[in-house]
T-cell receptor
Framework: GNSVTQMEGPVTLSEEAFLTINCTYT??????LFWYVQYPGEGLQLLLK?????DKGSNKGFEATYRKETTSFHLEKGSVQVSDSAVYFC????????????FGKGTKLTVNP | EAGVAQSPRYKIIEKRQSVAFWCNPI?????LYWYQQILGQGPKLLIQ????????DSQLPKDRFSAERLKGVDSTLKIQPAKLEDSAVYLC????????????FGPGTRLTVL
């Protein structure tokens, strides 16, 4: 079945550090890939998405590139801020079936000033 | 534009009791989803509606969970009887309905079963 594996947390960084959160997936066909973010006390929000191979999703300084050859969708940001502290979820939506999202377990990021 | 609304935000019940959650999706969104998020895990789909029809309920424990979406708008999710392992956050999401469409999530209902 379809699945998503993302790096275990928690991740603790200093402000302005470089961030990478790894995400790999298993799916048949060509899924759409997503990063969702959950800020403390808030609901899940879409951060960025990519719908086909080699697409790059970007938002708020975050980027992720859909790599079909490595079945990966790693999240990166060049300089994190304290306000980026949150839980980040990688997810996929498989084509050819329902549009349900299959999520990874989440990675908690804490950015210290 | 108003977001996805859910109520209640918190609920504490004893095991074997029943509970119901309500969701109002974004206006015009044909597809509605209920997800269960157990602490420390990612959300897992319980049931998906397209208008008022069920598209996917393969992971819904049908012996105790039920859901309906009357008139293709609001939805309710019910648990009867509840078990300790049902303690989780129940998330409702909605989308226009295509694979690449963004799903918008509500704030969730945190259920604690004692």
């Amino acid at each position: 079945g379809n699945s998503v594996t993302q790096m275990e947390g928690p991740v603790t960084l200093s402000e302005e550090a470089f961030l990478t959160i790894n995400c790999t997936y298993t799916a048949t066909g060509y899924p759409s890939l997503f990063w969702y973010v959950q800020y403390p006390g808030e609901g899940l929000q879409l951060l960025l998405k990519a719908t086909k191979a080699d697409d790059k999703g970007s938002n708020k300084g975050f980027e992720a590139t859909y790599r079909k050859e490595t079945t990966s969708f790693h999240l990166e940001k060049g300089s994190v801020q304290v306000s980026d502290s949150a839980v980040y979820f990688c997810a996929l939506s498989a084509q050819g079936g329902s549009e349900k999202l299959v999520f990874g377990k989440g990675t908690k990021l804490t950015v210290n000033p | 534009e108003a977001g996805v609304a859910q109520s209640p935000r918190y609920k504490i019940i004893e095991k074997r009791q029943s509970v119901a959650f309500w969701c109002n999706p974004i206006s015009g969104h044909a597809t509605l989803y209920w997800y269960q998020q157990i602490l420390g895990q990612g959300p897992k789909l319980l049931i998906q509606f397209q208008n008022n029809g069920v598209v996917d309920d393969s992971q819904l424990p049908k012996d105790r969970f039920s859901a309906e979406r009357l008139k293709g708008v609001d939805s309710t999710l019910k648990i009867q009887p509840a078990k300790l392992e049902d303690s989780a956050v129940y998330l409702c999401a909605s989308s226009l309905g295509q694979v690449t469409d963004t799903q918008y999530f509500g704030p969730g209902t945190r259920l604690t079963v004692l």
